[in-house]
């Protein structure tokens, strides 16, 4: 089976840095990823690591260290757009073909 | 634009009654899924297909009902089994799911309630 553990709620000042953790146990892990959800929106996809390491795109980085069973994302110079909630979703193999399984995300509040 | 346009946005359910929600894409992907999001809560699979004809159960499939006859449609049925439907329900498709990655794109999603 697969579970998933990430913060359930964030508040970071705007302009700053935060940082999402997320630890899962998984069989058959592939890979991580994350995905932004505004309320009452449909889940975007921000990124996914594969490898250890890390992976930026922008103001977004996510970090992923297997032997930790542990990643991050990390948003950079926030702005109060970025309030929304934040999802970690492992990537496993089964019956033929990749499937997800989310974390039940982490609320992130920017404030002024 | 391609997408993926479920519908209605919203939905009320009366006792012992089935209903269908409606998931159509034109990204030209072979994978589909919905998953069931209640507050506070991550997203959980309710079903999922690769090809047209085949799908396969998710982790809460209880309840619920697909079918797959045209690559572009995925709806869902909750049926009257489904004790507890008041929830977001959201659609989503992959190219093709053989890929680790698996990078989803989700429609906006039906709230359904029951009166």
């Known amino acids: 089976g697969q579970s998933l553990e990430q913060p359930s709620e964030v508040t970071a000042v705007e302009g700053a840095i935060v940082q999402i953790n997320c630890t899962y146990q998984t069989s058959g892990f592939y890979g991580l990823s994350w995905y932004q959800q505004h309320d009452g929106g449909a889940p975007t996809f921000l990124s996914y690591n594969g490898l250890d390491g890390l992976e930026e795109t922008g103001r977004f980085s996510s970090f992923l260290s297997r032997s930790d069973s542990y990643g991050y994302l990390l948003l950079q110079e926030l702005q109060m757009k970025d309030s929304a909630s934040y999802f970690c979703?492992?990537?496993?193999?089964?019956?033929?073909?990749?499937?997800?399984?989310f974390g039940k995300g982490t609320k992130l509040s920017v404030i002024p | 634009d391609g997408g993926i346009t479920q519908s209605p946005k919203y939905l009320f359910r009366k006792e012992g009654q089935n209903v269908t929600l409606s998931c159509e894409q034109n990204l030209n992907h072979d994978a589909m899924y919905w998953y069931r999001q209640d507050p506070g809560q991550g997203l959980r699979l309710i079903y999922y297909s690769q090809i047209v004809n085949d799908f396969q159960k998710g982790d809460i499939a209880e309840g619920y009902s697909v079918s797959r006859e045209k690559k572009e449609s995925f709806p869902l049925t909750v049926t009257s089994a489904q004790k507890n439907p008041t929830a977001f329900y959201l659609c989503?498709?992959?190219?093709?799911?053989?890929?680790?990655?698996?990078?989803?794109?989700f429609g906006a999603g039906t709230r359904l309630s029951v009166l």
């Open positions: 989503a498709s992959s190219i093709d799911g053989r890929d680790a990655k698996n990078i989803q794109y």
């Open positions: 979703a492992v990537s496993y193999s089964g019956a033929g073909s990749y499937q997800l399984t």
